[in-house]
């Protein structure tokens, strides 16, 4: 019993070690990083979160460039204060990232369906023809999934935007789904109808335009990199093959 007793106190004393150990830095302290590192301080960069470790700080950036903006990782050494932009990996070979936000992802889901105990994540563009191919490929073979759905229209694909409207004026996750189906499984262009000017950038409605910013900033806090992109319950980035595989056992 003793010895029982004993390992549960170790265990305990471990995690509350384990979490002494990184610590999420306070907002008021970010500015004080700022100034560690010169290129901290370029105006196009800014310090959106830190979480402090023994010897250096994890830096979550946001990079804003004419083309957007881009989530990177960043490690700022506490004694030299030289900057590390890029990727880096434990002993054990685990990449060392920021923790994601559930919730900036979860406000970007335009509507779920499925009823499976697994949930993933689907950030897709409704005219993005890869898009189209893994909603024909994986069509009735997601049963074993809860599936939330973030669309996101692609800059260059000039016809998504409305689409991508159309959709969203379906009055319920249902009704939403079937809209997204469609467009990506029937190639339907009850969307043209949103259209008034095919030679001017569409614009979006109110509602719409403050979906597409939660979509955005989903696909920011999820470090998306192309069209579709899947991800479990837990944010890790999933490949097409680790979702449909699952079915053909």
């Known amino acids: 019993m003793r010895q029982i007793i004993f390992a549960l106190t170790a265990i305990v004393m471990l995690n509350s070690i384990l979490i002494a150990t990184e610590t999420v830095v306070d907002a008021a302290k970010l500015p004080d990083l700022k100034k560690m590192n010169a290129v901290l301080q370029d105006p196009a960069l800014t310090i959106k979160g830190a979480i402090e470790k023994p010897e250096s700080y994890i830096l979550r950036l946001v990079a804003k460039s004419p083309r957007g903006s881009q989530n990177i990782t960043a490690f700022l050494n506490k004694k030299t204060s030289e900057l590390y932009i890029g990727t880096a990996y434990d002993k054990k070979g ?42 024909k490929t994986s069509n009735g073979k997601l049963d074993d999934y809860t599936v939330h759905v973030i669309l996101f229209p692609l800059s260059f694909h000039k016809k998504s935007p409305a689409m991508t409207e159309w959709i969203m004026m379906g009055k319920d996750d249902a009704q939403k789904r079937a809209r997204f189906e469609e467009v990506m499984l029937k190639g339907s262009k009850k969307y043209t109808e949103l259209i008034k000017d095919a030679k001017k950038p569409f614009v979006y409605s109110t509602e719409a335009q403050t979906y597409i910013k939660k979509s955005e900033e989903a696909a920011r806090e999820l470090n998306m990199r192309g069209t579709p992109a899947l991800y479990d319950a837990e944010l890790n980035s999933l490949s097409q093959g680790e979702i449909l595989k699952v079915q053909k056992k």
């Open 94 to 135: 685990k990449i060392i990232e920021f923790p994601k936000d559930p919730k900036i992802v979860k406000e970007g889901v335009a509507f779920t369906y499925g009823t499976g105990k697994k949930e993933i994540y689907l950030i897709t563009d409704p005219e993005c023809p890869y898009c189209s191919r893994f909603e």
